[in-house]
């Protein structure tokens, strides 16, 4: 079936760092991805999407790629902050509107001052 | 514009009873989808709703029902509880067309003793 398939965490960082966090898939059709990221005691927030192939996602410094090929959404900051401390979700949506979200199992990330 | 609104916040019951937890969209979506959120499941889709009818469901025992109001606003029910429905349970909205992103609520943290 459909998946998502995140790196284990926990990672922890410098202020400063450049960070990736892999994301790849397993989908029957042609999905869109997303990342979400949740802070502590709150609800999911959307960070990024792409849908299409090719397709770049990009908000507040972060960015990901939807690769067909190599059936990835990795995803990037240059420089992370102590602010980006938060668990990171990968997911994908098949089927239009109703296509619900299949979500990878979280990357906790903590950055250090 | 407000974003979704989830009531409770926080809720304690004991195992064989009911609960029952509301979810108010953004103005405007008229789909809402309840997930789970578990230490060990990770976030697992339950069901959606689009103007009043499920039109989506996951892999959960009928214990866990919902329903959709004609204002969008949506319930999520849970009968005979157990101690592992014990989790953070998040509703999100969406206009409900093909491609659109869903936003998410703050979360019903529901511990059952």
């Known amino acids: 079936g459909d998946s998502v398939t995140q790196m284990e965490g926990p990672v922890t960082l410098s202020e400063e760092a450049f960070l990736t966090i892999n994301c790849t898939y397993t989908a029957t059709g042609y999905p869109s991805l997303f990342w979400y990221v949740q802070y502590p005691g709150e609800g999911l927030q959307l960070l990024l999407k792409?849908?299409?192939?090719?397709d770049k996602g990009s908000n507040k410094g972060f960015e990901a790629t939807y690769r067909k090929e190599t059936t990835s959404f990795h995803l990037e900051k240059g420089s992370v902050q102590v602010s980006d401390s938060a668990v990171y979700f990968c997911a994908l949506r098949i089927g239009g509107s109703q296509g619900n979200l299949i979500f990878g199992k979280g990357t906790k990330l903590s950055v250090k001052p | 514009k407000a974003g979704v609104t989830q009531t409770p916040r926080y809720l304690i019951k004991t195992r064989g009873q009911q609960v029952t937890l509301s979810c108010s969209p953004i103005s405007g979506h008229r789909s809402v989808s309840w997930y789970q959120q578990t230490p060990g499941q990770g976030l697992q889709f339950l069901f959606e709703?689009?103007?009043?009818?499920?039109?989506n469901k996951g892999n959960f025992p009928g214990r866990f029902s919902g329903r959709q109001f004609s204002n969008s606003r949506s319930e999520m029910n849970v009968s005979t509880l157990e101690l592992g429905d014990s989790a953070l349970y998040l509703c999100?909205?969406?206009?409900?067309?093909?491609?659109?992103?869903?936003?998410f609520g703050p979360g019903t943290r529901l511990l059952v003793l």
């Open positions: 792409a849908t299409k192939a090719d």
């Open positions: 999100a909205s969406s206009l409900g067309s093909a491609g659109e992103t869903q936003y």
């Open positions: 709703y689009f103007s009043e009818t499920q039109r």
